[in-house]
């Protein structure tokens, strides 16, 4: 066929403890066996990296990024640049199921629409999609905005949208569209307890019919956390992104400051145990983390904190309504976990142009593992905010504060002490985003309408 595979392969996969280029399934590199794949059907299988040695004695054409920015856009533009062919398949590295027919039936739609792209779930999937070379001019425009976002770019092209109804067709044998973003993604997901769901058998009554079907139910695994040889606690929750959890709970608990006092860390998910050792003791039962809360609320009956001792967020970063509502429209059909077991909550962190989804079966653990990232991967900025399912209690919102997070956005309510909190320590608290619509709690100011 006259199309060319292109393979995105340069992202900075901060979500696994390594780069996505070497993920490994049955001994063998994901992204090799793409290429060895793609192989027998593209006369031509780019992929674009910065790793050219790793693809060595392959059949393939190694490119590097042109443009500068941190977008998978700016690979699929490099990909372009350097294809024989008009129209191109797009896959990431990190997708471990190639559907022949699928791509098939792309290239037979091929007439002249800038892209090919499915709509599933009412979610539009940028990979596993068709894109003509005409568009790397527009492209260029696209990014000179600084305005970044794959979904955006697409809508903004003349594209053919591939209806759910007939995704639905070619997605009954494989999920086509599953991208590995995590440990326990690499796992069986029938036989081990640390995947995110178990496939569990399950009779489903629909009117007055019976079926037996296998349905999707969420993990809940517990964790027992041990410092400095002491167990400190045990913890409840969906087994993804353990260290990150970890991390954002010993910050929220006022155990460590920084990742730099963590001397070892030993996770074994079969034994369910973690093992820390820091560079300095702690106190089994911390009360300071109580004890901010009730004098932040007004309640002075515990031990009083001095105001110069709480962690109020400077006010001078903004934040454009219109951008908070389109991306809470986004978040709501972002949760592929809860669309298949209905059993977490999710939170999503945004900064600059770049998002990350975390989810749990706890609130609290869900907000831990954002706290977690931005602290393994030190980003320290003003701009960052959080978009939630769950309501925001004042447990939550003092996390957020703890990290200097100005924003907390809620399709759901705020508690009211939630609210007396965010008033004191400089939070914008807004809840009920649902649509065109949403309430402003706190420090109203820092929303700007442009």
């Known amino acids: 066929m006259n199309v060319s595979a292109i393979i995105l392969a340069g992202g900075n996969s901060s979500r696994m403890k390594y780069n996505k280029e070497f993920i490994k399934i049955e001994n063998e590199f994901l992204v090799h066996r793409q290429i060895k794949e793609l192989s027998t059907i593209f006369k031509e299988v780019i992929v674009v990296s910065n790793n050219p040695n790793h693809y060595k004695g392959l059949n ?29 398949y797009c896959i990431a590295c990190d997708m471990a199921f190639i559907n022949f027919e699928f791509i098939n039936f792309l290239v037979s739609l091929t007439k002249g629409h800038d892209a090919y792209v ?52 070619y997605q ?50 517990p964790l027992s956390l041990y410092i400095n040889g002491n167990h400190y606690s045990t913890m409840m929750m969906t087994p993804d992104n353990i260290e990150f959890l ?3 709970y010993l910050h929220s608990e006022f155990v460590i400051k920084d990742v730099d006092e963590i001397k070892d860390f030993k996770l074994n998910v079969e034994d369910h145990r973690c093992d820390i050792a820091l560079d300095h003791k702690i106190e089994t039962n911390n009360s300071q983390r109580l004890n901010i809360m009730s004098t932040a609320c007004g309640n002075t009956k515990l031990v009083k904190i001095e105001d110069k001792d709480l962690p109020v967020v400077p006010k001078k970063q903004t934040f454009v309504l219109s951008n908070i509502l389109e991306e809470v429209a ?13 059993g977490v909550h999710s939170v999503e962190l945004l900064y600059g142009y770049n998002k990350m989804l975390f ?50 956005v809620s399709r759901s309510a705020p508690t009211s002490l939630a609210v007396k909190l965010a008033s004191k320590l400089g939070v914008t608290v807004i809840g009920f985003a649902r649509g065109n619509k949403l309430n402003i709690y706190t420090h109203q100011d820092r929303i700007i309408k442009e």
């Not at 350097?82 to 129209?87: E, L, T």
């Not at 999920?175 to 590995?180: A, E, L, S």
């Not at 986004?330 to 209905?342: A, D, P, R, Y």
């Open 60 to 88: 393939v054409k190694v490119v590097s990024d042109i443009l500068v920015g941190n977008t998978p856009i700016i690979g699929l533009h490099a990909g372009l640049v350097h294809s024989s062919n008009r129209y191109n």
């Open 172 to 221: 009954q044998e494989m999920d086509m569209f599953k991208n590995i973003n995590n440990e326990s993604d690499l796992l069986d997901d029938n036989l081990s307890e640390t995947s995110n769901y178990q496939n569990m058998d399950v009779k489903k009554v629909i009117n007055s019919e019976v079926f037996h079907v296998k349905d999707k139910v969420i993990t809940e695994y």
């Open 118 to 169: 499915a709509k599933y779930n009412n979610y539009i999937e940028p990979f596993n999609a068709i894109y003509s070379k005409d568009i790397i001019g527009k492209i260029e425009s696209f990014l000179e905005d600084k305005n970044y976002g794959f979904q955006r770019l697409v809508k903004k092209l003349n594209t053919h949208f591939i209806n759910e109804q007939k995704v639905s067709y």
């Open 246 to 248: 970890i991390l954002g």
């Open 330 to 342: 986004v978040f709501n059909k972002e949760s592929i976990l809860f669309k298949e077991t209905g």
């Open 359 to 408: 989810e749990d079966i706890g609130r609290h653990n869900a907000v831990d593992k954002v706290i977690g990232y931005l602290l393994k991967n030190s980003i320290k900025r003003d701009d960052v905010y959080l978009v939630t399912s769950g309501r925001i209690s004042s447990d939550i919102l003092l996390k957020a504060a703890l990290m200097n997070i100005s924003l907390i």
